[in-house]
């Protein structure tokens, strides 16, 4: 597992944008795996001034998110295909048809999570984005997932979901359910990129680079992963020791 350490969110925004940059460079039809909330708006902010510039291009790159909230409707604010739109799809040359996101618009449920497990292992995601949860999850495996789940329905947790209620007018509001990866889909991409960013995220950046590996903390499995780059900021890398 790769350490990088730096100064703010900023620089930890432009070198995760860099490594996501290098990789298209190399290869214009790249696979990513994206992620949410607010730890990756900084990267794709960076990312489009990069498309802007004529540095890269998304017109041949497919991708693939994480999750998605149930019972939201693609059309809200707060679901993660406006998310993903607003902060990086509409502002690139990606095709639509390129792009895939759970759906969880429906009320058979276990079937749209087949159909997207059986999307992603016809995929060979080449970069897997990540951020990490207070509590060690990743997409939305809550402590104790099963390093062997695939692509599933999870209940949040309450700490999650009041995690999460930043981003809504009240606790009410905030989906109790997501459809998400599991954590056997995420080990499966080729490289992946962890970004954490802020002292709330200490206890968790910590507990990832003690280098043991429980499911009661699911970020603790890429340490058995062949190719994992961690960046974190100063704020979030104060527990560890130099």
């Given at each position: 597992m790769k350490v990088i350490k730096v100064k703010n969110y900023d620089e930890l925004s432009k070198v995760a944008a860099d490594i996501i940059a290098d990789l298209l460079k190399e290869n214009p039809k790249a696979t990513l795996g994206l992620a949410t909330g607010s730890s990756p708006i900084g990267l794709y902010q960076n990312l489009i001034k990069k498309y802007e510039k004529g540095e890269i291009s998304f017109k041949d790159v497919k991708t693939y998110n994480l999750d998605e909230y149930c019972e939201l409707p693609k059309s809200h604010p707060e679901s993660y295909y406006s998310f993903m739109h607003r902060n990086l799809f509409s502002h690139v040359d990606i095709k639509e048809e390129n792009v895939h996101i759970p759906c969880s618009e429906g009320s058979d449920l276990e079937k749209l999570c087949k159909e997207y497990n059986d999307l992603l292992h016809k995929a060979s995601i080449d970069l897997q984005l990540l951020g990490i949860g207070a509590n060690g999850h990743i997409g939305f495996n809550e402590p104790n997932t099963s390093f062997e789940q695939e692509t599933f329905v999870v209940k949040l947790t309450e700490k999650t979901r009041k995690d999460n209620q930043r981003f809504f007018n009240s606790l009410?509001?905030?989906?109790?359910?997501?459809?998400?990866?599991?954590?056997?889909?995420?080990?499966?991409?080729?490289?992946?990129?962890?970004?954490?960013?802020?002292?709330?995220?200490?206890?968790?950046?910590?507990?990832?680079?003690?280098?043991?590996v429980t499911e009661s903390f699911p970020a603790s499995v890429l340490n058995n992963h062949p190719d994992v780059t961690v960046i974190v900021d100063e704020e979030a890398a104060k527990l560890l020791n130099d």
């Amino acid at each position: 597992m790769k350490v990088i350490k730096v100064k703010n969110y900023d620089e930890l925004s432009k070198v995760a944008a860099d490594i996501i940059a290098d990789l298209l460079k190399e290869n214009p039809k790249a696979t990513l795996g994206l992620a949410t909330g607010s730890s990756p708006i900084g990267l794709y902010q960076n990312l489009i001034k990069k498309y802007e510039k004529g540095e890269i291009s998304f017109k041949d790159v497919k991708t693939y998110n994480l999750d998605e909230y149930c019972e939201l409707p693609k059309s809200h604010p707060e679901s993660y295909y406006s998310f993903m739109h607003r902060n990086l799809f509409s502002h690139v040359d990606i095709k639509e048809e390129n792009v895939h996101i759970p759906c969880s618009e429906g009320s058979d449920l276990e079937k749209l999570c087949k159909e997207y497990n059986d999307l992603l292992h016809k995929a060979s995601i080449d970069l897997q984005l990540l951020g990490i949860g207070a509590n060690g999850h990743i997409g939305f495996n809550e402590p104790n997932t099963s390093f062997e789940q695939e692509t599933f329905v999870v209940k949040l947790t309450e700490k999650t979901r009041k995690d999460n209620q930043r981003f809504f007018n009240s606790l009410d509001e905030v989906p109790t359910h997501a459809m998400t990866m599991g954590i056997k889909n995420i080990m499966q991409a080729k490289k992946i990129l962890l970004v954490a960013s802020g002292a709330n995220k200490q206890d968790a950046v910590k507990k990832l680079l003690s280098g043991e590996v429980t499911e009661s903390f699911p970020a603790s499995v890429l340490n058995n992963h062949p190719d994992v780059t961690v960046i974190v900021d100063e704020e979030a890398a104060k527990l560890l020791n130099d």
